[in-house]
């Protein structure tokens, strides 16, 4: 049940998906697996949708190159707080409703199925496919839905992988170089993360078209954009 409070709070996206939306929104529990230039705007707004758990992952701490992108974390949260730890403080603030619980640290293949238990989607905010076909792999042995993100400059691509109705990550991408360092535009991150948030929004409350086998590339720096179908 919603109290007044997240009826008042929520009313316009109320008037979207109705209460019964809101509700699954509030039952939701949601993993951010990495809370930096992707995971930031994700985290922030499945918070401001009322996202009942967010589960926000990360084994680093915040550096000052970071902070282009990265808006969930602050100049006083460099080289001291986890970026799990200084992301929930902010959220905690911003909306009291929900509950955001943390893990610090990188998953594997022996912690996945203890950290991850329970979760209904699985956002991938990362910067290696390591990782990410580690997550592709979880997803569908527990048959959960993953919405996959990631940036380089001004282009940004998203695709929501749904186990049994859609292509595995690993066949999206089965060779994929590994990469150091590389440019990025903080407002980049901002659109693909929001896009990230709100392809969760749409799997939880059953509102609108996922990008199941669809890969939605943007350009910013050209003001292009491409859905590829997959």
């Not at 997240?6 to 509700?23: A, K, S």
């Not at 619980?101 to 979760?119: A, Y």
Request: hydrophobic share 40%; net charge negative; proline share 4%.
């Amino acid at each position: 049940m919603l109290s007044e409070r997240e009826l008042e709070r929520y009313d316009r996206q109320i008037m979207i998906f109705g209460i019964e939306g809101q509700e699954k929104l509030k039952k939701a529990n949601v993993a951010v697996v990495g809370v930096g230039g992707l995971g930031s705007p994700v985290a922030y707004y499945l918070a401001a949708a009322g996202v009942g758990t967010i589960l926000l992952i990360d084994e680093q701490t915040p550096e000052l190159s970071n902070l282009n992108r990265q808006i969930l974390h602050w100049e006083e949260d460099i080289e001291k707080n986890p970026k799990p730890i200084s992301a929930k403080w902010k959220l905690e603030r911003f909306n009291s409703n929900i509950k955001i619980e943390t893990f610090v640290g990188r998953l594997s293949e022996e912690n996945i199925d203890e950290v991850l238990s329970g979760v209904d989607v699985i956002v991938d905010c990362l910067d290696n496919f390591e990782t990410r076909y580690l997550l592709d792999d979880f997803a569908h042995k527990k048959g959960i839905p993953l919405v996959h993100g990631a940036v380089e400059g001004f282009y940004g691509q998203v695709t929501t992988i749904i186990p049994g109705k859609t292509k595995r990550l690993r066949e999206i991408f089965p060779k994929v170089k590994k990469k150091g360092k590389f440019p990025i535009v903080g407002a980049t991150a901002g659109v693909i993360g929001t896009i990230q948030a709100s392809e969760v929004i749409k799997l939880i409350t059953g509102y609108g078209e996922p990008l199941a086998n669809k890969l939605l590339i943007i350009d910013l720096a050209n003001n292009t954009y491409e859905i590829i179908e997959i």
